[in-house]
């Protein structure tokens, strides 16, 4: 079955950098998209970027343009959100998940989810 290992994250000084591993395993070609997704407390969870695994078709939230980069190694079934310039607002449970389409890229696109990592950005 589907499995999604997210690593990566971490506390962070604002301004400071990480960068998220997501482990993808399990999914047929039913399967075209990995997308990234964050839920702060209190809030709903909200996507910040999906990428198709076929053509590296990509997505990102309004709030992350500019400052995080999706990208995939389909041959090690891996993908990576390089987030850079990072504000306390980007404090959140950051996981991944699997859907049959990079776009919609929203929570209810997406079938399959990984247990998600932490990323605490405060000085």
């Known amino acids: 079955q589907v499995q999604l290992v997210e690593s990566g994250g971490g506390l962070v000084q604002p301004g400071g950098s990480l960068r998220l591993s997501c482990v993808a395993s399990g999914f047929g070609l039913g399967y075209l998209a990995i997308g990234w997704f964050r839920q702060a407390p209190g809030k709903d969870r909200e996507a910040v970027s999906c990428?198709?695994?076929?053509?590296?078709?990509?997505y990102y939230a309004d709030s992350v343009k500019g400052r995080f980069t999706v990208s995939r190694d389909n041959a090690r079934n891996t993908v990576y959100l390089q987030m850079n310039a990072l504000k306390p607002e980007d404090t959140a449970a950051y996981y991944c998940?699997?859907?049959?389409?990079?776009?919609?890229?929203?929570?209810?696109?997406?079938?399959?989810w990984g247990q998600g990592t932490q990323v605490t950005v405060s000085s």
């Open positions: 998940a699997v859907g049959p389409r990079t776009t919609p890229c929203s929570t209810a696109a997406y079938d399959h």
């Open positions: 990428i198709s695994t076929g053509d590296g078709s990509t």
